[in-house]
């Protein structure tokens, strides 16, 4: 299941779909990105700590955007104008309700991307989700991954947080699959 051209769900095992939480007013969060309660203001979602150890209030942000205009009573978004990749939804909106997802063995897949041009002149930002994910990945197999404190993964080493465990590693396709650890 994706939820844009950077994230998705491979697999549901013990997926934890915990409250939703609201987003902060000042600042956009990315579909899949490390996520944590925000201890200053409780509901309240932040972007996870470099490094940051996950505990129960831990996980990745996703969030749904209704996207069938005028259906069942919904005024959504026009498909004919935009498409799932734009950029608006790869976003959950500020002070909108998000869902936090985590458990174990749940499995989650994030995709490094570059720009890509459309036809009409506008352009699809690229985004690194996970370094190290390059054509000749320093990332591996069994590799543990935690929040890079800017919305992203990079590798866990030494004291980090262990969020997701590596079991696949794409350096062609720019795809690691990983499952979560807590």
Same mark, same amino acid.
């Given at each position: 299941m994706s939820y844009s051209r950077n994230f998705g769900f491979r697999s549901f095992e013990n997926i934890v779909r915990d409250a939703r939480f609201r987003t902060p007013t000042n600042a956009t969060l990315r579909i899949?990105?490390?996520?944590?309660?925000?201890?200053?203001?409780?509901?309240f979602l932040m972007l996870a700590a470099d490094g940051a150890e996950p505990d129960g209030l831990s996980g990745v942000v996703v969030y749904e955007h209704i996207t069938q205009a005028g259906i069942g009573g919904f005024t959504g978004v026009d498909m004919n104008l935009f498409s799932v990749n734009d950029g608006p939804f790869t976003m959950v909106p500020p002070g909108k309700y998000a869902q936090l997802v985590h458990g174990v063995g749940t499995k989650v @897949?994030?995709?490094?991307?570059v720009d890509r041009p459309l036809y009409d002149g506008r352009k699809i930002d690229g985004v690194t989700f996970v370094a190290g994910l390059t054509a000749t990945p320093t990332i591996a197999l069994k590799?543990?991954?935690?929040?890079?404190?800017a919305g992203g993964w990079r590798e866990?080493?030494?004291?980090?947080?262990? @969020?997701?465990?590596?079991?696949?590693?794409?350096?062609?396709?720019?795809?690691?699959?990983?499952?979560?650890?807590?």
């Open positions: 899949g990105a490390p996520v944590t309660v925000d201890p200053d203001n409780p509901g @897949w994030y995709k490094n991307t590799d543990y991954l935690c929040p890079d404190g866990a080493s030494g004291t980090d947080g262990k @969020w997701l465990q590596v079991e696949q590693v794409d350096g062609e396709g720019l795809v690691v699959e990983a499952r979560f650890v807590f």
